[in-house]
């Protein structure tokens, strides 16, 4: 059985995914969004990892406090938020 979670997606990701909330298969952050990555490349850097293009929320918690690369499970909510800058 996959391992889905749910992603809530904020932004211009709304309109890149065609709604709001979405499930995603993958153990471990890297792997949801690789399986994202078809309509998003950016949500990886080049070596794989979680872009810093992006803040990625776990259950409402920066990812960064579990590691670089953290499990997540289908109980997880995954909230991707795209950092915006200005000029």
């Not at 499930?23 to 949801?32: D, H, K, M, P, Y």
């Not at 998003?40 to 803040?55: C, M, N, Q």
């Not at 990812?63 to 200005?86: A, Q």
């Amino acid at each position: 059985m996959p391992n889905l979670s749910k992603i809530i997606l904020v932004g211009h990701l709304k309109e890149v995914f065609g709604g709001e909330v979405l499930e995603a298969e993958g153990r471990r952050l890297s792997e949801v969004l690789k399986f994202l990555s078809s309509k998003a490349d950016d949500l990886l850097d080049l070596d794989g990892k979680p872009s810093g293009k992006y803040v990625f929320l776990i259950n409402g918690v920066d990812s960064l406090v579990y590691g670089e690369d953290p499990e997540v499970s289908e109980e997880d909510n995954i909230t991707i938020v795209p950092i915006s800058h200005g000029g």
